[in-house]
């Protein structure tokens, strides 16, 4: 990525930049990926929500429920000056990082063996997701305030702190997935911040982060949840031996292959998988794209990534070509964010990584998840409000 040019906080252009139209291409991209995830929800859920819920079309209400609100939610951020989320970046990070903690506490809910949810009433959601925006706007938010201390590591102390602290809670609540997502995302803004390190940082470090996946992998819970140490230890271990467990450890990647495998160059047809019928479990969350591959084929999937990879060059290029360091902060870790997770998840339902529970932006189910990505997106939209035109 091209070096960030560092600009103060933008004090000194107040009142002279012109705000122009918001990124179109992007904008155009993120409404066809939010429609196609819709329709690949409706279509990945459909028998899963009939044999549970006695109803087809459970899990699709939900979450066009969630994509309206979200994208109306979109439109109004769009037009927030991004700039003023810095007045409020420490709170906003204090609230996030509050809300992961009280997950730990008897509100905190389990879902499939794992306990990261918050419920209030009727109001059920992962705080872990705030948190991936809670964090880029806190770390955004010091960076860009003391941009003069960065001329040295002791300058990066205080948002490492923040990160830590994060990871902890992370860790307490065994969310592996999370955890890396937040990691990329803070070291995405910490590099375009304009860090010079040197090899002996770099080296701690990497061997920092392989000690905590080593604890995250191997740390026994005393349970077989997919939350628990011996959980993760076991994909790893079917990952390596692909060919064996086909009817245990290794069912849902098997599984994933099949459904790709047999989509073929143009796919079965829309709504026509069939291993949705129950032989991929939740076929509507983190492997939705293989079901997608059934149905759509080569083409299809094609079409997605070319979305995908066209999503993530947008963004970052709204982080080269921002008026302000805030902005190139905040567009480079939101971005980097969803790069990592669609990514990965990509990966993972192709085999190429072990399983790691991470969601498909725009298109596992999840209505929260979607609400506060597209929320994100809002903000991201905003900063290309003010970008310099080429």
Same mark, same amino acid.
């Given at each position: 990525?091209?070096?960030?040019?560092?600009?103060?906080?933008?004090?000194?252009?107040?009142?002279?930049?012109? *705000?122009?139209?918001?990124?179109?291409?992007?904008?155009?991209?993120?409404?066809?990926?939010?429609?196609?995830?819709?329709?690949?929800v409706a279509s990945a859920s459909s028998y899963y929500a009939l044999s549970n819920y006695n109803n087809s079309n459970y899990f699709l209400v939900r979450q066009l429920f969630f994509g309206i609100i979200g994208f109306i939610f979109m439109i109004i951020i769009s037009k927030i000056d991004y700039k003023r989320y810095k007045k409020w970046g420490y709170l906003f990070y204090i609230i996030c990082l509050v809300l992961l903690v009280l997950v730990l506490t008897p509100l905190?809910?389990?879902?499939?063996?794992?306990?990261?949810?918050?419920?209030?009433?009727a109001l059920v959601f992962q705080p872990s997701e705030i948190m991936k925006i809670g964090l880029v706007i806190g770390m955004s938010t010091y960076l860009s305030l003391n941009y003069k201390k960065l001329t040295s590591f002791k300058g990066y102390i205080i948002p490492i702190l923040m990160l830590l602290l994060v990871v902890v809670v992370?860790?307490?609540?065994?969310?592996?997935?999370?955890?890396?997502?937040?990691?990329?995302?803070?070291?995405?803004?910490i590099f375009v911040s304009g860090i010079k390190v040197k090899a002996r940082y770099i080296i701690a470090g990497v061997i920092a982060v392989a000690a905590m996946l080593a604890v995250f992998i191997f740390m026994p819970s005393g349970d077989s949840t997919e939350s628990s140490g011996s959980f993760r230890l076991d994909r790893i271990v079917s990952?390596?031996?692909?060919? *064996?467990?086909?009817?245990?450890?290794?069912?849902?990647?098997?599984?994933?292959?099949?459904?790709i495998g047999s989509g073929g160059i143009f796919g079965r047809g829309l709504g026509q998988s069939r291993q949705k019928y129950l032989w991929l479990p939740e076929a509507q969350n983190d492997f939705i794209f293989s079901v997608l591959g059934e149905e759509l084929g080569l083409v299809g999937t094609v079409t997605v990534l070319a979305l995908f990879s066209f999503f993530i060059y947008r963004g970052y290029r709204i982080a080269i070509t921002a008026r302000d360091m805030y902005g190139s902060l905040l567009a480079t870790g939101i971005t980097s964010a969803f790069a990592?997770?669609?990514?990965?998840?990509?990966?993972?339902?192709?085999?190429?990584?072990?399983?790691?529970?991470?969601?498909?932006?725009?298109f596992s189910y999840g209505g929260t998840a979607l609400f506060i990505?597209?929320?994100?997106?809002?903000?991201?939209?905003?900063?290309?409000?003010t970008c310099r035109k080429n």
């Open positions: 990525m091209k070096k960030l040019k560092l600009i103060t906080d933008g004090s000194e252009n107040k009142g002279k930049e012109k *705000e122009s139209n918001l990124d179109f291409g992007m904008l155009v991209t993120i409404i066809i990926l939010l429609c196609a995830g819709i329709v690949m905190g809910q389990t879902r499939n063996g794992a306990k990261r949810w918050l419920g209030f009433g992370m860790f307490m609540q065994k969310h592996l997935s999370g955890t890396i997502v937040m990691f990329v995302a803070a070291c995405s803004i990952f390596l031996n692909p060919e *064996e467990d086909i009817k245990g450890g290794n069912w849902q990647a098997a599984q994933s292959l099949y459904a990592l997770q669609i990514l990965v998840n990509i990966a993972v339902v192709t085999c190429t990584v072990p399983v790691t529970g991470m969601p498909l932006p725009f990505n597209l929320c994100a997106m809002g903000i991201l939209l905003n900063i290309s409000r």
